[in-house]
């Protein structure tokens, strides 16, 4: 066999073993070597490895089924920290996670202008804050992930973000060039979906879809266990689904869109008009909702019955096992359900109707950020040549 052979299988055991730790608070050997199949020789000099890089522990002795008490090994979520960045319209949340996507610093900041000139200077200035609440360990910061509300391509270039302005923007390496470390850009709905997938309402569910529900309106696509991006990387884009062929013109130059009906934009927009107010903050819909006020219970309504003709799209095109909506409004006033399911209810074909549910997000607003850290994590323990360069 020759040496490059035995090093890719040497790695890919190392990334085997890492697996199987991770999902176990405490493991032995010879459990491990049970589960993945390998023999002992190999166990044991694999976890030497993941010992002597600082990503295993052993945590005392187990119980003994016969024979000397095994020893205990974890995984050392604590060896390193990644931080994630959530790029809204309106806002920018910052997260340091551990290696195990536990949060263990947020800080969001609100934005009045989101051109990319105006914001870069904050991105870095909230990225430095963060990084600033690390503690010690082996590796240190080992990297930055972010998402942003827009076209990403699968360069990780912002080609376009219809509601901030952004256009063939170098994200990525404008964080490079602050920060001595990876970087890895990705559309905030695929990482809202990576967050589920792994920490989430879609952690065990092989094929989900993912509904970010913002100013604009966003997929992140779970498919066979996987991220499906498509081929160039815009997956995910059906905000910009015409519902109306003959509809309200749209930033991204089509007409019609879904999100144009169904986003929070749209509902807030509605409602001042409804209301001869110039803005309404999610506190107010909230309170009106309490109080049983009829102009704001059916303006949900209708936002409702809009968010269920595109999910109807959605699930008569993937048939997906779950569907997890992420938005304020719906985690604060979820009566909105009712009306989704009942216009899905009513559309969807009978054949699919009872293969699907509709959740709201377990990681709330964090998703994106919390996700955005994972891609980093998953880049660093199964692809960095700093574990597996030889």
């Not at 498919?223 to 997956?235: A, H, I, P, Q, T």
């Not at 964090?366 to 994590?377: L, M, P, Q, R, Y």
């Amino acid at each position: 066999m020759h040496i490059a052979d035995q090093s890719f299988i040497k790695n890919q055991n190392q990334r085997v073993i890492l697996n199987e730790l991770m999902k176990h608070e405490q493991i032995s050997r010879a459990k491990l070597a049970k589960i993945t199949k390998l023999n002992k020789a190999t166990i044991s000099s694999q976890v030497s490895f993941l010992i002597e890089k600082k990503l295993v522990k052993e945590v005392g002795t187990g119980l003994s089924s016969g024979g000397r008490k095994p020893v205990m090994l974890v995984f050392n979520e604590k060896a390193g920290y990644a931080i994630g960045v959530d790029i809204g319209v309106t806002y920018i949340l910052t997260v340091l996670t551990d290696l195990d996507g536990n949060m263990i610093y947020s800080d969001y900041c609100e934005i009045e202008d989101p051109s990319f000139e105006m914001i870069k200077p904050v991105i870095i200035e909230r990225i430095r804050l963060v990084a600033s609440k690390v503690s010690s360990s082996p590796y240190g910061i080992i990297g930055i992930g972010a998402g942003v509300h827009g076209f990403v391509d699968m360069q990780q270039n912002v080609l376009f973000t219809p509601n901030s302005g952004w256009r063939d923007v170098d994200l990525k390496g404008l964080l490079q060039t602050h920060f001595d470390c990876p970087v890895l850009v990705d559309n905030e709905a695929n990482a809202g979906a990576y967050g589920e997938k792994l920490f989430g309402i879609l952690k065990g569910c092989k094929n989900g879809i993912y509904v970010s529900i913002g100013i604009g309106i966003e997929l992140g696509i779970i498919v066979n266990d996987e991220l499906y991006r498509g081929k160039e990387g815009f997956s995910g884009e059906m905000g910009h689904m015409s519902i109306d062929f003959n509809g309200r013109q749209c930033g991204c130059g089509n007409k019609g869109c879904w999100e144009l009906y169904a986003s929070e934009k749209a509902f807030y927009d509605q409602l001042c008009l409804v209301k001869n107010k110039r803005r309404i903050t999610l506190e107010e819909v909230t309170n009106w909702v309490k109080e049983n006020d009829g102009e704001t219970l059916r303006e949900l309504d209708k936002l409702g019955y809009f968010l269920g003709i595109g999910l109807t799209n959605i699930i008569n095109t993937f048939n997906p096992e779950a569907i997890v909506l992420r938005s304020n409004l719906i985690q604060e006033n979820p009566t909105i359900l009712n009306s989704i399911q009942s216009t899905i209810a009513s559309r969807v074909s009978k054949y699919v109707r009872q293969n699907h549910r509709i959740y709201l997000s377990q990681l709330h607003r964090n998703a994106t950020a919390v996700g955005a850290a994972a891609f980093i994590v998953h880049h660093f323990l199964m692809e960095s040549e700093e574990l597996y360069g030889n």
